[in-house]
């Protein structure tokens, strides 16, 4: 069975942290590029921040570039989200996706709020 589940979301105050994992069970997670994306309401869903399968090279928006850190640990089938500095414009429902070729596979998200 096919899981990929996102955990670490929560509530926290301005200039705080907060670290998200994404699990996955049921395919090899290792071959697949894995992005965070963030949508929060009213808005467009937006890319934060993708690693690669092969050399494992990250990219992160403009908007969180410094504060966040994308990283995986292919032996555990985890992706983490590690967010510090954080901002109150950063609340937002994150999710995690994977794409392999035509395979792809999200997880159903995982609330984080910013607020004092």
């Known amino acids: 069975q096919v899981q990929f589940v996102e955990s670490g979301g929560g509530t926290v105050q301005p200039g705080g942290s907060l670290r998200l994992s994404c699990t996955a069970s049921?395919?090899?997670?290792?071959?697949?590029?894995v992005a965070w994306f963030r949508q929060a309401p009213g808005k467009e869903r937006e890319g934060v921040s993708c690693?690669?399968?092969?050399?494992?090279?990250?990219y992160s928006a403009d908007s969180v570039k410094g504060r966040f850190t994308i990283s995986r640990d292919n032996a555990r089938s985890t992706v983490d989200l590690q967010m510090n500095d954080l901002k109150p414009e950063d609340t937002a429902v994150y999710c995690c996706?994977?794409?392999?070729?035509?395979?792809?596979?999200w997880g159903q998200g995982t609330q984080v709020t910013v607020s004092s």
């Open positions: 049921g395919f090899t997670l290792a071959d697949y590029g």
């Open positions: 996706n994977a794409v392999f070729y035509t395979s792809q596979y």
């Open positions: 690693i690669s399968s092969h050399d494992g090279a990250t």
